[in-house]
């Protein structure tokens, strides 16, 4: 929190996510020996690491389906389908999970065509949103003072279209065919962020995170200022005037974006890669983000065998000189499955050792 309130802080915090790297050497049977029948929190108490706490906090923000909404899950070992039924229509999707099922990817969206967009409209809706209160305190007592509560705030705009509705390609000529009728759905996305971020003023988080993935091969310039600009001003200002700050999930190629970052009234980035992950060098990204916080900015390329310890802490010690003490060190995006993760121990000791 002294980060973001600008207060001196005693040293650098180090919060890699290690979530990916986690589930998937469990899953294949690969663990370290060291960890081998240990949970994820044990692993970070022994490289003296923090996590990120929306990994435990998001499951504590409930999306709640309407009444004359049904929706149906089937699973099987390879993927999971979702079914949809409202009275006006119904929506399918399926996700193909990864090889370890530790994680899923969209291989047919909800929206097929424009045709689909009334049927989503009445299921957004319909929707609403809860806080549940008692998990919270339930997790808060799990993490205690190993991270600041935070919470991820789901795609905002046309950032929900392309990656969670309807997929780039399709999502794309939409926009150029069907301006109108991509636009009204918007509207509707923006009447139900409105009750979202109406009950995340409430909640107990000093700090959101806007789930948004932007790379500006998803999202050009041009529709970056069309959409996503004015979306992120009206909500951070109410953000802000919560007494809350709020980061962004910039995880790809961001070159040509970062002029905006400053006017969209975030406080940060997060994630971020720098090159050779992105297309952005330490110094680029530094006189792009101005005053701004920056979380993580490690490439998580660096933690793999085909970097060196020497070549991972000279790239640390750039970062830190940049960015120090606007900086909340972390791996963007995660650690690879195949990443060194005694790195991570080195890292936490470099950053021990580094004076403000």
């Given at each position: 929190?002294?980060?973001f309130?600008g207060?001196?802080?005693?040293r650098?915090l180090w919060?890699?996510?290690?979530?990916h790297?986690?589930?998937?050497?469990k899953?294949r049977?690969?663990?370290?020996?060291r960890y081998?029948?240990r949970d994820?929190?044990?692993?970070y108490d022994?490289?003296?690491?923090?996590?990120r706490?929306?990994?435990f906090?998001d499951?504590t923000?409930k999306l709640?389906?309407?009444?004359n909404v049904k929706?149906?899950t089937?699973?099987?070992e390879?993927?999971?389908?979702?079914?949809?039924?409202?009275p006006?229509?119904?929506l399918?999707?399926v996700?193909?999970?990864?090889i370890?099922a530790?994680?899923r990817?969209?291989i047919?969206?909800l929206?097929?065509?424009v045709?689909?967009?009334r049927?989503?409209?009445y299921?957004?809706r319909?929707?609403?949103?809860?806080?549940?209160?008692?998990l919270?305190?339930e997790?808060?007592g799990?993490l205690d003072?190993?991270?600041e509560?935070?919470?991820?705030?789901?795609?905002?705009?046309?950032?929900?279209?392309?990656?969670?509705?309807?997929g780039?390609?399709?999502g794309?000529?939409?926009i150029?065919?069907h301006r109108?009728e991509?636009?009204?759905l918007l509207?509707?996305f923006?009447?139900?962020?409105?009750?979202?971020?109406?009950l995340?003023?409430?909640?107990?988080?000093r700090i959101?995170?806007?789930?948004?993935?932007i790379?500006e091969?998803l999202?050009s310039?041009t529709l970056?200022?069309?959409?996503?600009?004015?979306y992120y001003r009206r909500?951070?200002?109410e953000?802000?005037q919560a007494?809350?700050?709020c980061?962004?999930h910039w995880?790809?190629k961001v070159?040509?974006?970062?002029?905006f970052?400053k006017?969209?009234g975030?406080?940060?980035?997060?994630?971020?890669?720098?090159?050779p992950?992105?297309?952005?060098?330490?110094?680029?990204l530094?006189?792009?983000?101005?005053n701004m916080?920056l979380?993580?900015?490690?490439?998580?390329?660096h933690f793999?065998?085909?970097s060196?310890?020497l070549?991972?802490?000279r790239?640390v010690?750039t970062?830190?000189?940049s960015?120090?003490?606007?900086?909340?060190?972390?791996?963007?995006?995660?650690?690879?499955p195949?990443?060194e993760i005694?790195r991570?121990?080195m890292?936490?000791?470099v950053?021990e050792d580094?004076?403000?």
């Amino acid at each position: 929190m002294a980060v973001f309130e600008g207060r001196k802080t005693d040293r650098l915090l180090w919060q890699p996510r290690l979530h990916h790297w986690y589930g998937v050497n469990k899953a294949r049977g690969t663990l370290p020996r060291r960890y081998v029948g240990r949970d994820i929190l044990e692993v970070y108490d022994d490289l003296k690491a923090s996590p990120r706490g929306y990994h435990f906090y998001d499951q504590t923000l409930k999306l709640l389906e309407g009444e004359n909404v049904k929706l149906a899950t089937k699973e099987d070992e390879n993927s999971v389908h979702t079914k949809y039924m409202t009275p006006i229509g119904n929506l399918t999707q399926v996700e193909k999970k990864n090889i370890y099922a530790t994680g899923r990817m969209r291989i047919e969206y909800l929206l097929k065509g424009v045709e689909d967009f009334r049927v989503l409209s009445y299921i957004v809706r319909n929707q609403r949103f809860e806080f549940d209160e008692e998990l919270f305190k339930e997790i808060e007592g799990l993490l205690d003072d190993r991270c600041e509560p935070l919470l991820n705030i789901p795609w905002g705009s046309i950032m929900r279209l392309l990656i969670v509705y309807m997929g780039f390609e399709k999502g794309t000529v939409a926009i150029y065919k069907h301006r109108a009728e991509v636009e009204e759905l918007l509207r509707v996305f923006d009447e139900s962020d409105s009750d979202l971020f109406d009950l995340v003023a409430k909640m107990p988080f000093r700090i959101v995170n806007f789930l948004d993935n932007i790379d500006e091969g998803l999202i050009s310039p041009t529709l970056f200022t069309k959409y996503m600009m004015p979306y992120y001003r009206r909500r951070t200002k109410e953000i802000h005037q919560a007494g809350k700050f709020c980061t962004s999930h910039w995880d790809g190629k961001v070159k040509g974006l970062l002029a905006f970052a400053k006017d969209t009234g975030l406080d940060g980035l997060e994630c971020v890669p720098p090159s050779p992950q992105g297309n952005v060098s330490v110094q680029e990204l530094r006189v792009g983000l101005k005053n701004m916080i920056l979380c993580d900015g490690i490439p998580a390329t660096h933690f793999l065998p085909t970097s060196s310890d020497l070549e991972l802490k000279r790239f640390v010690n750039t970062l830190v000189e940049s960015f120090s003490p606007r900086l909340i060190v972390g791996i963007s995006d995660m650690m690879p499955p195949d990443g060194e993760i005694e790195r991570a121990r080195m890292i936490g000791k470099v950053l021990e050792d580094y004076r403000i």
